[in-house]
């Protein structure tokens, strides 16, 4: 069975880190936004609309010193963490945030909504924080350009040219010491099953056999 792993990352894994120390639980909630009207004769009728994006709340700490406790290989200082979080927040662009090994595996593109934290009482550097997260849905937006006809002075036939509001998903990986097909896949893809995939799609003949700084397309 695979070991829980949460890893956060920015700019299509430009940069990225692991959670180091596991949260005792992993909050999840889900709002429906349905419309209630009222109809002559007919009384109140609901509208079904799809739910409102999820809002996911981490509860943890980022530890000064290795201990049993840590599940990542690579530990950061507390506040390496706590400035990556806030910079990247203040980017005003999405994070990818991906859960593997529980029962709420994930791979969400989202926003920090919420980030606190505080050093532990009796225990020097260490932070507790929490960090709270919310869905973002991937969409675009029409950009309208006015174009006058010189014959008439009217506005003419408006131009539309539609434009990703953010980066498109990330397409390739760079593999990490450490690294296998079945992590990248479930990091990436969220589903370790697709290691396959990715070996067909890189002409990898034996699954197992991957090197630090090879880059793969998923």
Same mark, same amino acid.
């Given at each position: 069975?695979?070991? %829980?792993? $949460?890893?956060?990352?920015?700019?299509?894994?430009?940069?990225?880190?692991?959670?180091?120390?596991?949260?005792?639980?992993?909050?999840?909630?889900?709002?429906?936004?349905?419309?209630?009207? $009222?109809?002559?004769?007919?009384?109140?009728?609901?509208?079904?609309?799809?739910?409102? %994006?999820?809002?996911?709340?981490?509860?943890?700490?980022?530890?000064?010193?290795?201990?049993?406790?840590?599940?990542?290989?690579?530990?950061?200082?507390? %506040?390496?963490?706590?400035?990556?979080?806030?910079?990247?927040?203040?980017?005003?662009?999405?994070?990818?945030?991906?859960?593997?090994?529980?029962?709420?595996?994930?791979?969400? %593109?989202?926003?920090?909504?919420?980030?606190?934290?505080?050093?532990?009482?009796?225990?020097?550097?260490?932070? =507790?924080?929490?960090?709270?997260?919310?869905?973002?849905?991937?969409?675009?937006?029409?950009?309208?350009?006015?174009?006058?006809?010189?014959?008439?002075?009217?506005?003419?036939?408006?131009?539309? =040219?539609?434009?990703?509001?953010?980066?498109?998903?990330?397409?390739?990986?760079?593999?990490?010491?450490?690294?296998?097909?079945?992590?990248?896949?479930?990091?990436?893809?969220?589903?370790?099953?697709?290691?396959?995939?990715?070996?067909?799609?890189?002409?990898?003949?034996?699954?197992?056999?991957?090197?630090?700084?090879?880059?793969?397309?998923?």
């Amino acid at each position: 069975m695979d070991l %829980a792993k $949460i890893y956060l990352s920015f700019n299509n894994q430009a940069e990225a880190f692991e959670f180091p120390v596991l949260p005792e639980e992993v909050e999840i909630k889900e709002k429906g936004n349905n419309k209630s009207h $009222i109809l002559q004769n007919i009384g109140e009728v609901t509208i079904i609309n799809k739910v409102k %994006a999820y809002t996911l709340t981490l509860k943890g700490l980022f530890p000064m010193e290795n201990g049993p406790y840590v599940t990542s290989k690579y530990l950061l200082k507390p %506040a390496v963490y706590v400035e990556k979080i806030k910079r990247w927040r203040d980017t005003g662009k999405p994070v990818r945030l991906v859960i593997t090994g529980t029962s709420v595996d994930l791979s969400w %593109a989202c926003t920090i909504e919420e980030f606190s934290y505080k050093e532990k009482a009796g225990a020097v550097g260490d932070i =507790e924080y929490t960090i709270s997260f919310k869905e973002y849905r991937w969409f675009k937006v029409k950009k309208v350009e006015i174009v006058s006809d010189s014959k008439t002075s009217q506005p003419a036939i408006a131009k539309t =040219e539609q434009r990703p509001v953010e980066k498109e998903m990330p397409k390739t990986y760079t593999v990490q010491k450490g690294d296998t097909l079945c992590s990248i896949s479930k990091k990436c893809l969220g589903d370790s099953g697709k290691y396959k995939e990715i070996a067909k799609k890189n002409n990898i003949a034996n699954p197992s056999l991957i090197y630090p700084g090879q880059v793969l397309q998923l």
